[in-house]
């Protein structure tokens, strides 16, 4: 992981230069970012190499986190710039240094690089990185549980159609509007076919359509934690980022785009997890373990297959209701896990090449990354890799 640019913070939560420091744990550290007088963000260690004081209560002034207790002062890259207990004539500030990460934004996300210097790659070549801000939404909320177990969740294209359906849905399918409510609910069984890319996997799952036709649900999974599942309308997108706090917490950081015009409100207000979460700073969902994500039985009886209102919170309930690390040897996986067993084979390959010296192809080609996910209706002798001009004509036109 520490080899790729990693999503840390959304933009919008260091909303203004010198404004309040923000912890941040990621991969096991814990961390302070800050946007100094210039609007530079800077991720430094949350102790001070002073005595260890905490970062976070620093004063973020003229280009640099203060640390309150003896005022030593630091900027973006770590360097001391003021050590105002030493004598005057001290150089030993010039000798004293705190930890900090490379960070670099785009697509609505403060980003930190945390691997080697000398190994610092280029950003990923996501689409909605170049995108003007009225193209994309971004959110995020954080799960109670292993970073794997949300990515499976999310590259698993056949719950969709149970966990987070209406039990009227199997009756109104043949007058629904999407081509996933048209075509997922009737067929709940697909066919899945996943191929290997440089950037990680590709997973098509194919559904009956019309007597001549399949409907493709088309994702991705891309090292070490993205995913891209798909959305309708033409043109939208989404992915997700799923980043470790440590090894029994993640973030999910989601992003919708329209690559080819303003995303619309309602496209905005539909996944955006803002008004959904708990206003306590944990980034939990309202509907959390604590609470049994607020299951309404009746609900479940007469009108939801789960009783649960909100879709993340009904994927929570299933993947942090594994355990902090949920037990695989007791698992009996089928025909339809075809996707999340090769992401784990890739993740374990990726994981012990790298011990043998072998560097992640995809984390130096950021062309890897830019892909979409899709969902669409072909002719059953058109496969859904198929360079064929009717999948050109159905993923590019918006």
Not at 7 to 28: H, N
Not at 51 to 60: D, K, L, P, Y
Not at 369 to 382: I, T, Y
């Amino acid at each position: 992981m520490r080899r790729y640019w990693t999503p840390i913070l959304l933009s919008k939560e260091l909303p203004e230069a010198d404004g309040a420091p923000l912890r941040s744990r990621i991969l096991g550290e814990d961390l302070v970012a800050y946007r100094d007088t210039n609007g530079v963000v800077g991720l430094l260690d949350n102790f001070c190499p002073h005595r260890r004081a905490s970062m976070f209560f620093g004063r973020n002034e003229e280009c640099g986190l203060r640390c309150v207790y003896h005022g030593w002062k630091f900027d973006a890259q770590g360097n001391c710039v003021d050590m105002p207990s030493e004598p005057a004539e001290s150089n030993f500030k010039d000798k004293v240094k705190i930890k900090a990460y490379p960070v670099k934004e785009g697509g609505g996300l403060i980003w930190a690089y945390m691997g080697p210097a000398e190994l610092e790659p280029p950003m990923p070549g996501f689409e909605y990185i170049g995108l003007e801000p009225n193209q994309y939404s971004v959110s995020k909320l954080r799960y109670e549980s292993n970073y794997v177990q949300v990515i499976e969740g999310d590259i698993d294209t056949v719950h969709a159609s149970l966990l987070h359906s209406n039990l009227a849905d199997l009756d109104n399918s043949a007058s629904a509007t999407t081509l996933g409510g048209k075509y997922q609910f009737p067929d709940r069984a697909p066919k899945f076919h996943v191929e290997d890319t440089d950037g990680g996997i590709l997973i098509g799952a194919r559904r009956k359509a019309e007597e001549d036709s399949y409907y493709w649900r088309i994702s991705r999974w891309l090292f070490p934690y993205f995913t891209m599942i798909p959305r309708e309308p033409q043109g939208i997108t989404q992915g997700g980022a799923m980043v470790p706090i440590d090894d029994e917490n993640c973030w999910f950081i989601h992003v919708r785009w329209n690559p080819f015009g303003v995303l619309a409100e309602a496209q905005r207000y539909e996944t955006n997890f803002d008004n959904f979460i708990m206003d306590d700073g944990s980034w939990l969902a309202i509907p959390n373990r604590r609470n049994d994500y607020l299951i309404d039985r009746d609900d479940q009886k007469n009108k939801t297959y789960t009783g649960i209102e909100f879709i993340r919170a009904q994927d929570s309930a299933m993947t942090d209701g594994m355990g902090k690390i949920a037990d695989r040897s007791k698992e009996h996986l089928a025909t339809t896990d075809m996707g999340i067993i090769r992401m784990r084979r890739r993740l374990i390959k990726a994981a012990r090449e790298l011990e043998e010296g072998i560097e992640p192809y995809a984390a130096s080609h950021p062309e890897s990354f830019a892909v979409r996910s899709g969902g669409c209706v072909l002719p059953r002798d058109v496969y859904f890799t198929d360079d064929a001009g009717v999948w050109a004509d159905i993923n590019v036109k918006p």
